[in-house]
């Protein structure tokens, strides 16, 4: 082989070796680039923006839940700190006495969070397991509490509002409107999922996930697992401090539900729903939480019992998350056996179907029943259909069609069971 020829194809394979490693990350941005120029509208750029924020809010809680094993409870805190920090730096630049530009701010949320979890870290990480859960959530209500009496700094319960349009240009850009806030929350967005994955293959992070899975073993190897758990709770507050500060450039306002409890619970359920054992689970989490907080809620009154239940048939029937049932059948899709299962799917999909048709059609009915009758009457539709909640009728149509989902289930499950091991089988021996 002569030398040129050794060079085309070692640069050949370089260039195949660069689109390995760094492929998803180019994948990645070029969707962020695109959809504002797919989904127009202002609904749709608002939506976008907040799956940006959720997505560095749930990664940087999956550094502390998935890759050391820490469950949090209060994780809101150091969002929220960021965020009013944030706020309040946007209103001093406005008044001409700080002179940064607007894609700053973010990282002075971010400080706010680093320098709080060095504070409360220095505290909680001191233990693990459930002594460091219960720290955690006794910190988060403590702060919560505070936010309604520091009224200087937390504006009590109206919170406190800037405008990021009379802030310095960057560029000659004001981010008055939604698609210049869009590309840089999505900057923000891009560059924290590089950072934070780039921390997964650290040495520092493999040891947090030994930490996660042996905290012995790694204490007889010479490590601290204690001072591997407050550097990350460090770190982890960092980013959630970003995500704060870039929740304040997109509202324009933090108030006191952005350090609650509940804000802390979103964040868990966005982590459990996508995975926790992916770096990708969190990401997932957060844009299906988002589109089911935004639509959702706008079809129903009972959105938030759907949001429970969710988390329960995950937590139960789906550990992994959606990360993990994409990755359960990465390896049939790679070896050429996914189809043989597809048919099983097809046919699971009629009692799913059914399942959550008699399911939906019991909650409605139910909350209607309880909470719209005494304004609208028993009157209601549902699916387009339109009936009297007060008739026994539509509560024995749901039931039936809940008692027939499961009885199919019963019936096909293990078939469908068998089916996915025999697919499962066939992509790890090639037959």
């Known amino acids: 082989m002569s030398d040129t020829t050794a060079s085309a194809a070692s640069r050949s394979l ?16 070029a969707i962020m680039l695109v959809l504002p120029k797919i989904f127009t509208s202002g609904a749709a750029l608002t939506t976008m923006c907040l799956m940006g924020i959720m997505i560095v809010f749930s990664l940087s809680y999956n ?4 890759q050391t094993g820490m469950l949090s409870f209060g994780h809101a805190v150091y969002y929220g700190l960021g965020g009013f920090l944030a706020v309040h730096a946007m209103n001093t630049i406005a008044g001409g006495k700080l002179p940064i530009p607007l894609p700053v ?40 509490s505070l936010s309604l009496i520091l009224r200087g700094f937390f504006g009590g319960e109206e919170g406190i509002t800037a405008n990021r349009t009379k802030m310095l240009t960057f560029w000659g850009v004001r981010f008055g409107p939604q698609i210049e806030v869009y590309y840089l929350i999505a900057a923000w967005c891009f560059v924290c999922m590089v950072a934070m994955y780039a921390f997964t293959r650290t040495p520092l992070g493999r040891l947090c996930n030994a930490v996660r899975d042996n905290p012995e073993r790694t204490e007889f190897i010479g490590y601290s697992t204690q001072m591997v758990r407050f550097i990350t709770f460090c770190i982890s507050g960092f980013f959630a401090g970003i995500a704060g500060g870039l929740a304040a450039i997109n509202f324009e306002l933090m108030n006191a539900v952005n350090i609650s409890g509940g804000q802390s619970g979103v964040v868990l359920l966005m982590s459990f729903i996508g ?20 639509f959702l809620s706008d079809l129903t009154g009972a959105w938030m019992l759907y949001f429970g239940l969710l988390f329960v048939l995950m937590v139960m029937f789906a550990p992994g998350g959606m990360a993990g049932l994409v990755m359960l059948h990465l390896p049939l899709a790679r070896r050429g056996t996914l189809h ?14 059914m399942g959550l048709g008699g399911l939906i059609a019991l909650i409605e009915t139910a909350h209607h029943q309880l909470v719209r009758t005494a304004n609208d009457g028993p009157a209601m539709t549902l699916f387009g259909i339109a009936y009297n909640s007060n008739s026994i009728l539509p509560w024995l149509v749901a ?28 992509a790890e021996t090639g037959k």
């Not at 043989?340 to 009692?351: D, K, N, T, V």
């Open 14 to 29: 370089s260039a195949m070796d660069l689109a390995k490693r760094y492929g998803i990350w180019i994948i990645a941005a």
């Open 399 to 426: 039931l039936a069609l809940m008692a027939g989902a499961l009885l199919l289930g019963r019936k096909w499950g293990p078939q469908f069971a068998d089916a996915f091991g025999t697919a499962a089988h066939g």
């Open 63 to 66: 550094m502390l839940l998935g």
């Open 105 to 144: 701010v973010p990282l002075v949320g971010g400080l706010m969070g680093l320098v709080f979890g060095i504070i409360f870290g220095a505290v909680s990480t001191r233990r693990a397991g459930t002594v460091f859960a219960m720290i955690s959530l006794g910190l988060g209500e403590l702060i919560a």
């Open 340 to 353: 043989r299962i597809l048919p099983w799917y097809g046919l699971m999909a009629i009692p799913a179907a």
């Open 275 to 294: 995975g926790i054992g992916h770096f990708a689970g969190p990401i997932l989490g957060a844009v299906l939480v988002v589109l089911l907080q935004v």
